[in-house]
């Protein structure tokens, strides 16, 4: 069952796309990052494979559409990771007011990743596990060391910058935490299979962590 849904925040609201298999096992939120949104093909691929595998599936514009608009001209807000990990926040409550029954994953991509792993920092009592594609997790600074919920980064071979930097991240991570490099993939994992690849990843990791129930393990 999929269905568009509004999220409150500070007297307006983010949009969402909410997506429930039978029987789900847990809930994983998307925070999308850098200009993207719940529309992201990537993203939508992934929670495809992960409603597969039972879970459910909520993807979350961490922005406003008034802030959408203004960052569209400005590329401003989409790297505000304080901004952006609120508004994960916001959809933490949601989950937790609306889904209660599912234990919670954290899926985040750009510089979403860095906004998923902040939040995970502040609610280590709700987040399970946590994703992340192609990310920035750096640019969640001093909350790394904080974050208690266990970690996958997945990035491209060829995407060597950012490499790098989730290489730097991953060593300030405390939790259980492991680092899948997609050969010869790009920043957008736009090669043939690569989203396949991050999609069985993903799937694992969260299958791993996030399910109560030891037969979804």
């Given at each position: 069952?999929?269905?568009?849904?509004?999220?409150?925040?500070?007297?307006?609201?983010?949009?969402?796309?909410?997506?429930?298999?039978?029987?789900?096992r847990g809930l994983v939120?998307?925070?999308?990052?850098?200009?993207?949104?719940?529309?992201?093909?990537?993203?939508?691929?992934?929670?495809?494979?992960?409603?597969?595998?039972?879970?459910?599936?909520?993807?979350?514009?961490?922005?406003?559409?008034?802030?959408?608009?203004?960052?569209?001209?400005?590329?401003?807000?989409?790297?505000?990771?304080?901004?952006?990990?609120?508004?994960?926040?916001?959809?933490?409550?949601?989950?937790?007011?609306?889904?209660?029954?599912?234990?919670?994953?954290?899926?985040?991509?750009?510089?979403?990743?860095?906004?998923?792993?902040?939040?995970?920092?502040?609610?280590?009592?709700?987040?399970?596990?946590?994703?992340?594609?192609?990310?920035?997790?750096?640019?969640?600074?001093?909350?790394?060391?904080?974050?208690?919920a266990p970690t996958l980064?997945?990035?491209?071979?060829?995407?060597?910058?950012?490499?790098?930097?989730?290489?730097?991240?991953?060593?300030?991570?405390?939790?259980?935490?492991?680092?899948?490099?997609?050969?010869?993939?790009?920043?957008?994992?736009?090669?043939?299979?690569?989203?396949?690849?991050?999609?069985?990843?993903?799937?694992?990791?969260?299958?791993?962590?996030?399910?109560?129930?030891?037969?979804?393990?």
């Amino acid at each position: 069952m999929q269905s568009e849904i509004t999220i409150p925040v500070e007297g307006d609201h983010t949009c969402a796309t909410l997506s429930v298999p039978r029987h789900a096992r847990g809930l994983v939120l998307f925070a999308h990052g850098s200009g993207s949104s719940r529309h992201s093909p990537r993203n939508r691929a992934i929670a495809a494979a992960l409603e597969d595998g039972g879970l459910a599936t909520l993807l979350v514009d961490l922005l406003t559409p008034e802030e959408d608009r203004f960052d569209q001209s400005t590329r401003e807000l989409r790297f505000d990771i304080a901004l952006l990990a609120a508004r994960v926040l916001e959809a933490i409550a949601w989950a937790e007011r609306e889904a209660a029954n599912l234990p919670l994953g954290l899926f985040g991509a750009s510089t979403g990743a860095a906004a998923a792993l902040a939040a995970a920092a502040e609610r280590p009592d709700v987040v399970r596990a946590v994703v992340s594609r192609g990310g920035r997790p750096d640019l969640a600074g001093r909350a790394l060391a904080d974050v208690r919920a266990p970690t996958l980064l997945i990035v491209g071979g060829a995407d060597t910058e950012v490499l790098g930097l989730n290489r730097s991240a991953l060593a300030s991570l405390s939790c259980t935490k492991e680092l899948a490099v997609v050969p010869g993939a790009t920043h957008l994992f736009e090669e043939p299979g690569a989203i396949d690849q991050v999609s069985r990843l993903a799937r694992a990791w969260l299958l791993r962590f996030v399910p109560s129930d030891e037969r979804a393990r």
